[in-house]
């Protein structure tokens, strides 16, 4: 059973490394504690009180003055820089005091506009070494001011310290003007610590030393911990671990050292504080883990944003931009999301869109060219209860295949069944081809849950580009002969339909599904054209015509049956030759129907060639053949049976017909 400190005094406690979770730290009284490493998950500090213990209040104090000190000292050795200028009966002294008060006005210009770095900069570049030093005491007047305000919220009264010492005992100009710089210093320290990002390193460094001594969460992993309505500051959350760590109403948190955690970010930090993001922007914020349960995030941008494993239960979304969103492992249960915009955002099986509150969403940020459509989900009308759930679960389980240049459907049909092949433990299905326009197809491949996506992904991927190049050297091939086969096909006029056959550029077979759905999800007016695929086919092309692959054998037999037989029946000649071939292509699995009819349209223009041989026509003909039968067979696996037995067949059969 977890442990329960529920109330209870653990000022100074060291937990350092200690498994807690779940445990019960509600109203206790934690400053001081050190909880370092510690595995917190779940843990309860709802209305705790984190900081410093007091003996080390006191130590930050006495550390202030001494730091306001020596900015108040640094800030009378400036003001007396600039007083030169009263002393008239020396030259030398008022072009010091001239010189100095001008680099001091560049340093304190350039400061409030492009922050403290850049000021130095300018102010040590202008002085080129001879007022090295001066960069010194001004940065540490800088620092001084900052750990001022810094100290502040720890101890009382630092400025107002670091003020009078800075007067006093300097002349009316010296002291006056000292007391300005301070003032400088100070607007430049707490300027950095309400968040300004000129100077983010200043108010780091801050932070860092006002949380020195007070609650320690370094390291440690506060996964769905909560600290609702606790008092955090001078708490240091350096590197822990902040997945849906909830922070709501916690009190001064603004006040604890946060670096390496999504709390860096003030804008960050206040949403999670208050849980009020209407209308904000977001955009491209780190908001990992962020837990936002209930938050008001009504038109907000969230516009590729990182919502990674982050939690919007209950949270409103309405109208919010959700495009490019990375949304792996994001809870949306119960959230409110009318109207909001999903375009390209990333989710996946462990996005949780459970009882989603939403009438519709648009699929497009901005509407189309010349059109005020943004692909309104539904077309018309409102989703219907777990309706926005189903139409995302589709996505949830599909794997989405771009191309950008179009798609050459016979290496699609070649890759996929490869990829089939090598997972065969996960079914795939195509569920629909979508033509976005500018040549961009995207291809859905179904998988079950649990499916490694990104594997499959890959796999496709890598399938593809070596079937697209099998392909195309198949077409080069094709392309080069070109010449030689109108000379061929023109002598058989007879026969132009196997022209066609040839040289077209068959589409993928598939078995369409001729289906029309009527659902209010479905734009009937979207540009994209949506075709729903039952299954890759062995049997149907896309003409709707059957690839009678009988007829065509039986034509090519009655071909090579023409030819004479070998004088020698322990020889086998041409006609033996061709007759191998034919029957290992019909017997090869690998091939598709398409790509079989054609190589056996070659076999039967190698048995024409057979018959006379010596023709100067028909030669090239031959030769036209074994070149579209060598580019067939290379997007093949190099080990199938027909590869080897053509490898063999193919150079005695060139032989044969004096191809050399």
Known sequence: ????????????????????????????????????????????????????????????????????????????????????????????????????????????????????????????????????????????????????????????????????????????????????????????????????????????????????????????????????????????????????TRFYEAKKLDFARVDDTILTKLAILKLLVTGNGRGKSYARANLKGANLIGADLKEANLENADITEATFQGACLERANLTLAQAVGTNFTSAQMTGACVEAWNIESTTKLDNIDCRFIYLLENPKPGTDDRERRPS???????????????????????????????????????????????????????????????????????????????????????????????????????????????????????????????PINVQVDNKVENKNMTNSNDASRKIEIGSVGRDFNASGQALNLGDISGTVTNTINELPASPEPDKPGIKELLTQLQAAIEADTNLAPEDKAEALEQVKALAEAGKSPQEGAVQKAAKTAIKILKGTISSLPSATKLVEQCSNLLPLISNFLGLG
Request: glycine share 12%; charged share 20%; proline share 1%.
């Open 380 to 506: 018309s009308g409102e989703f219907q209860p777990r309706e926005f759930t189903k139409l995302f679960e589709e996505v949830l389980n599909t794997v989405d295949l771009i191309f950008r240049n179009g798609i050459d459907w016979k290496a699609f049909v070649n890759a996929f069944q490869t990829v089939q092949n090598q997972n065969e433990d996960t079914e795939l299905a195509l569920q629909s081809i979508e033509n976005k326009g500018d040549g961009v197809v995207v291809v859905k491949v179904g998988v079950p849950d649990g499916a490694d996506k990104e594997k499959i992904h890959s796999d496709f991927t890598q399938s593809y580009q070596l079937a697209l190049q099998a392909v195309e050297e198949k077409y080069k091939a094709q392309l080069q002969a070109k010449d030689e086969q109108i000379v061929v096909y023109r002598q058989q006029s007879g026969e132009m339909a196997e022209i066609v056959k040839l040289l077209a550029n068959k």
């Open 1 to 244: 059973m977890p442990p329960d400190y529920s109330g209870q005094n653990l000022r100074g406690r060291s937990f350092k490394g200690q498994n807690l979770t779940g445990a019960n730290f509600s109203k206790a009284d934690i400053r001081g504690a050190n909880f370092t490493n510690a595995i917190l998950k779940d843990a309860d500090f709802t209305g705790g009180k984190a900081g410093l213990q007091r003996r080390w209040t006191i130590g930050l104090l006495i550390a202030s003055w001494l730091i306001s000190g020596i900015s108040g000292f640094f800030s009378i050795l400036v003001g007396a820089l600039v007083a030169y200028i009263f002393d008239i009966k020396s030259t030398q002294n008022v072009i010091i005091g001239i010189v100095s008060l001008i680099l001091i006005l560049v340093f304190c210009i350039i400061t409030i506009r492009k922050g403290l770095t850049a000021g130095l900069g300018a102010f040590a570049f202008a002085v080129a070494g001879a007022f090295a030093g001066a960069g010194a005491f001004v940065g540490a007047g800088a620092f001084a001011g900052a750990f001022a305000v810094a100290g502040a919220f720890a101890v009382a009264g630092a400025f107002a310290v670091a003020g009078a010492f800075a007067v006093a005992g300097a002349g009316a100009v010296a002291g006056a003007f000292a007391g300005a710089f301070t003032l400088f210093t100070a607007y430049i320290g707490w300027r950095s610590l309400t968040g300004d990002e000129k100077d983010p390193w200043i108010r780091s460094f801050a932070l860092a030393f006002a949380a020195t001594g007070g609650t320690s969460f370094r390291n440690a992993d506060l996964t769905d911990a909560d600290f609702t309505g606790a008092t955090l500051k001078n708490t240091d959350f350096k590197k822990a671990n902040l997945i849906r």
